[in-house]
């Protein structure tokens, strides 16, 4: 059972560039949720998709976008990266509760 | 804004003893709470969950117990083994999708 997988697992970008962070689950779930976790931190929400077709903000939006494809897939966009969005990305997905997550994308923005 | 926060950032325990990680929210109106276990290089992991309705609830070696009194939560793990060295969340949601997030208690078991 693969649950929740993220690509890539490591990234490190350029101030200034863009990029994808990519997110499939196959538990069949209705919501997916992009979280971010920094150090000695808990996990803040970003943006989450209740269901397909649909997309909200989180606690921390700013400088994100999302885009669900279909059921399966949420995708995270960082347009322009900035170095206060180094951090470890975690994508999850649930039924109603418990969420269920990925192992994460460590991404480094220099 | 309203968080959910831990007592104690670091945890150390004896092989075998009981741990007990405690957790304070402030949202009066979550009615879910969750603990997660997040071990080195890998995402969160259910452990166990309560609503409300409820004050105690028990799973394999772990218990949570929830006072709405005083806005407190708590995780009982049962036995510690040296596999539950991680890190624990609690986090809470009022509405079902927003989940908030304590900034987590590390625990390390001692041989």
């Known amino acids: 059972n693969a649950g929740v997988t993220q690509t890539p697992k490591f990234q490190v970008l350029k101030t200034g560039q863009s990029m994808t962070l990519q997110c499939a689950q196959d538990m069949n779930h209705n919501s997916m949720y992009w979280y971010r976790q920094d150090p000695g931190m808990g996990l803040r929400l970003i943006y989450y998709?209740?269901?397909?077709?649909?997309?909200d903000k989180g606690e921390v939006p700013n400088g994100y976008n999302v885009s669900r494809l279909n059921k399966r897939e949420f995708s995270l966009r960082l347009e322009s990266a900035a170095p206060s969005q180094t951090s470890v990305y975690f994508c999850?997905?649930?039924?109603?509760?418990?969420?269920?997550f990925g192992d994460g994308t460590r991404l480094s923005i220099l | 804004g309203e968080s959910v926060g831990l007592h104690l950032p670091t945890l150390s325990v004896q092989e075998g003893d009981n741990s007990i990680i405690n957790c304070a929210y402030s949202?009066?109106?979550?009615?879910?709470f969750i603990w997660y276990k997040q071990e080195s290089g890998k995402g969160p992991q259910f452990i166990i969950d309560?609503?409300?309705?409820?004050d105690k609830r028990q799973g394999q070696r772990v218990t949570v117990l929830l006072n709405k009194t005083v806005k407190h939560l708590s995780l009982q793990i049962a036995a510690t083994q040296p596999g539950d060295s991680a890190v624990y969340f609690c986090a809470e949601t009022s509405n079902d999708y927003k989940l908030s997030f304590g900034a987590g208690t590390t625990v390390t078991v001692r041989a």
């Open positions: 309560i609503r409300s309705n409820m």
């Open positions: 998709s209740a269901s397909e077709g649909t997309t």
């Open positions: 999850a997905s649930s039924r109603q509760q418990p969420q269920h």
């Open positions: 949202n009066s109106a979550s009615d879910y």
